[in-house]
């Protein structure tokens, strides 16, 4: 049974640092790994997707990495804005389009 | 290209009671799911659909739970009767047929209070 961890569950840090997000999962087997956002009261946005072949993707500020054979990946946000302040959920697509996901981050940014 | 709707976005309703929430997923996307996310928890699957079959409801309360598929296209999940604890956020998600860059894409939620 695959099963997700996310890494810390809250993270607080001044506007303008970098910063990385933490996700591990126990079954290596995966088509893909994707990084959402949560506001709150809000549905998930998704931010990044990336295939089980692939190291990286980039989306402007986000670079999201996957070593798929040690079960992780990350999140790294630059330059860090009170706007990114939110919930962040990583989920991996398994075998018969499962879908499961961690815990969350819950990131604050201080202006 | 219309994204995941879902209806109503909040509802308060009385334990035993009864509530029904809707969805209906991105055109042509084959796998629906129904998740339920407790606060300050990570989403957890209820019930997945390929189709109008079932995938996966190992984790529905099926004594109270009951969801459907009507036609592969709408979907409509139940409680019946509600208890304190299924107060939470019910999130329907929809992705199409492929495998490794197949995404998921979210409706915005209903939020249910049981009180």
């Known amino acids: 049974k695959q099963e997700v961890t996310q890494i810390p569950a809250a993270l607080s840090v001044p506007e303008g640092e970098n910063l990385v997000l933490n996700c591990s999962f126990t079954d290596s087997a995966i088509y893909n790994l994707q990084w959402f956002r949560q506001d709150p009261g809000k549905g998930l946005t998704s931010l990044l997707l990336i295939q089980s072949s692939q190291r990286e993707q980039t989306s402007g500020r986000l670079n999201a990495s996957l070593d798929k054979s040690s079960g992780r990946s990350t999140l790294y946000i630059a330059a860090s804005q009170p706007g990114d302040s939110a919930t962040y959920l990583c989920a991996v697509r398994g075998g018969a389009q499962k879908l499961v996901f961690g815990q969350g981050t819950r990131l604050t940014i201080n202006p | 290209e219309a994204g995941v709707a879902q209806s109503p976005r909040y509802k308060i309703i009385e334990k035993r009671q009864s509530v029904a929430f809707w969805c209906n997923p991105i055109?042509?996307?084959?796998?629906l799911y129904w998740y339920q996310q407790i606060l300050g928890q990570g989403p957890k699957l209820l019930i997945q659909f390929q189709n109008n079959g079932v995938v996966d409801d190992s984790q529905l309360p099926k004594d109270r739970f009951s969801a459907e598929r009507l036609k592969g296209v709408d979907s409509t999940l139940k409680i019946q009767p509600a208890k304190l604890e299924d107060s939470a956020v019910y999130l329907c998600a929809s992705s199409g047929q492929g495998t490794v860059n197949t995404e998921a894409f979210f409706g915005q939620g209903t939020r249910l209070t049981v009180v």
């Open positions: 055109s042509g996307h084959a796998t």
